[in-house]
């Protein structure tokens, strides 16, 4: 056997990066279909807050990360559809206040250290068997619920008004999307972190998009391509001490540049 | 009538629409049978689309009621009686990744349970939609490889998936060429007669309304009911209603009459 197995922290660390693979492309082929690219974004940064609140109060991290990006994301719908405001515009607003409040509970419960920077950029050494118990509970009903409704929520990216009037609750599908990608993206700072986890929702789905196939097909590409960056990131990062989250990132985009290049009109 | 006896699929009153003060539709009243073919005209801005949309539930009216088979909007659950095609179907996102299959699939996808895939009656449904409207050689192809006629009959066939009652298209040929119109407008009325399904489309093209439609519905803010069209195209100020020429638009009586 490889020994990049053999370790018990790179065992912990393969289940929670396949697991959040699995998450990130699927919910991520909804999210980048719908326009809410830049959600994850504004949601990673809120998870950062959690993060930031459970360093200083000595709570879990993951688990407070977890309860904020779900608020925010909340608070996101409500303002999209209560106030005359641009959609992109909400999700900067949401994105540096979230940043803001993130960076001054921090520095005044004095946690601005090594850990901190691990959340933002993802350590595959720092995954606990209590982290991937965490991801594990939270991320089963996320992808159990994704599976179970993928076909509502297909049918609404293709065209909301055409899916409302075919008698389909876009409203509370819309509302139940938005809640598991928040849970998936606290989920997945541990491993990517914050600053990255955009990339693994939204850069996989946007390869696969290049092959013009259907859904179905798109959504196994995009599978493909999160797993394989995840488990090659992480073999990277172990093998030359690079951080994980970045590793991995540059593998996706890598494997997005080569799917532009195949699929040149 | 004797249709009058019949709760109707669509019965409209006193339905008005009002945007910062401005009337977009006011005191429309109407009703839709089962099994007739009417076609919807009006100049451009005339309140068409804000019409269906009402109908549909998708923009709430200032005033009056829309009730669908009897009930209302509101306690409505039977939605997959009501195939909608909008305005834009045909102009699709063209990365969008989906085979026509997926697309005409999606008309299945109301009808079944929480907990269930696609049964087998599914797929035979999903396949006559799709031979009805003469795209089952297109099956695996992307939608957005299609041209625009080819769409149109892709987005009819998801909406008679669901096996409606009644088919409600919004400018279906926005985007398609002078043959392919012909063959839909061809379609539409062999599903009216054939399939027993009522037809309602929203359209600015005269010509083709004569022949195969039972009414006409003008709209330009209020509603003209005529249940003769053939005696409608006599009608003087008919051309007015095409929105070709706006200060004849402007001139148009706004009294409701029957032509």
């Not at chain 1, 690219?37 to 879990?60: D, P, Q, W």
């Not at chain 2, 076609?39 to 009621?65: D, Y």
């Amino acid at each position: 056997m490889l020994e990049i197995f053999e370790y018990e922290f790179m065992q912990r660390a393969f289940i929670a990066g396949i697991f959040i693979a699995i998450l990130a492309s699927i919910s991520g082929t909804f999210i980048v279909l719908k326009r809410y690219s830049l959600m994850s974004e504004t949601l990673a940064h809120s998870a950062l807050v959690g993060v930031a609140v459970g360093l200083v109060a000595g709570y879990n991290p993951l688990w407070v990360a977890v309860i904020v990006a779900v608020l925010s994301a909340w608070l996101i719908e409500y303002l999209r559809s209560h106030f005359t405001l641009y959609s992109d515009a909400i999700l900067s607003i949401i994105l540096s206040g979230s940043l803001a409040l993130a960076v001054i509970i921090v520095s005044l419960g004095g946690a601005f250290n090594n850990s901190l920077f691990s959340y933002l950029f993802g350590s595959i050494l720092s995954v606990s068997y209590e982290d991937v118990i965490t991801i594990a509970l939270f991320g089963t009903p996320a992808l159990v619920l994704l599976l179970l409704f993928s076909k509502e929520l297909y049918f609404i990216t293709y065209d909301e008004e055409v899916a409302k009037t075919s008698g389909i609750k876009v409203k509370l599908l819309n509302f139940l999307l938005v809640t598991v990608v928040a849970i998936i993206i606290a989920l997945s700072i541990r491993v990517v972190g914050s600053l990255l986890i955009g990339a693994l929702m939204v850069i996989p789905t946007s390869a696969a998009l290049q092959y013009r196939v259907g859904f179905r097909n798109t959504i196994l590409i995009s599978l493909f391509f999160a797993l394989f960056s995840v488990v090659f990131g992480m073999s990277l990062s172990f093998y030359f001490s690079l951080p994980s989250g970045a590793t991995i990132v540059l593998t996706v985009i890598s494997l997005f540049i080569l799917s532009l290049i195949v699929n040149k009109k | 009538m004797s249709l009058t006896f019949k709760v109707p699929i669509f019965d409209v009153k006193n339905l008005s629409f009002r945007v910062r003060g401005v009337d977009i539709l006011s005191n429309i009243s109407l009703e839709i049978f089962n099994g007739e073919y009417i076609a919807i005209i009006g100049p451009n801005g005339g309140g068409k689309t804000t019409l269906i949309r009402m109908l549909l539930g998708l923009e709430k009216p200032s005033s009056g009621e829309v009730r669908l088979f009897g009930k209302k909007l509101k306690s409505f659950k039977e939605w997959y009686k009501i195939g909608f095609v909008p305005q834009r179907a045909s102009l699709v996102d063209e990365n969008f990744p989906a085979t026509v299959e997926d697309i005409v699939k999606m008309g299945r996808v109301a009808n079944r349970g929480i907990f269930a895939g696609f049964s087998s009656e599914d797929a035979k449904i999903v396949e006559d939609a799709m031979l009805k409207m003469d795209i089952l050689d297109l099956k695996s192809k992307m939608v957005g490889t299609l041209s625009g006629g080819q769409r149109q009959r892709v987005m009819i066939a998801r909406a008679l998936a669901s096996k409606p009652e009644i088919l409600i298209l919004d400018e279906p040929n926005t985007g398609v060429d002078m043959v392919s119109q012909q063959r839909f407008y061809k379609l539409l009325a062999k599903l009216n007669k054939e399939e027993k399904i009522t037809i309602v489309f929203i359209t600015h093209d005269i010509g083709v309304i004569a022949d195969d439609i039972g009414r006409l519905f003008t709209i330009n803010q209020k509603a003209t009911i005529c249940n003769d069209p053939k005696e409608t195209l006599s009608c003087e100020d008919m051309s007015t209603l095409y929105g070709i020429d706006a200060h004849l638009i402007h001139n148009h009586k706004h009294e409701d009459h029957i032509c």
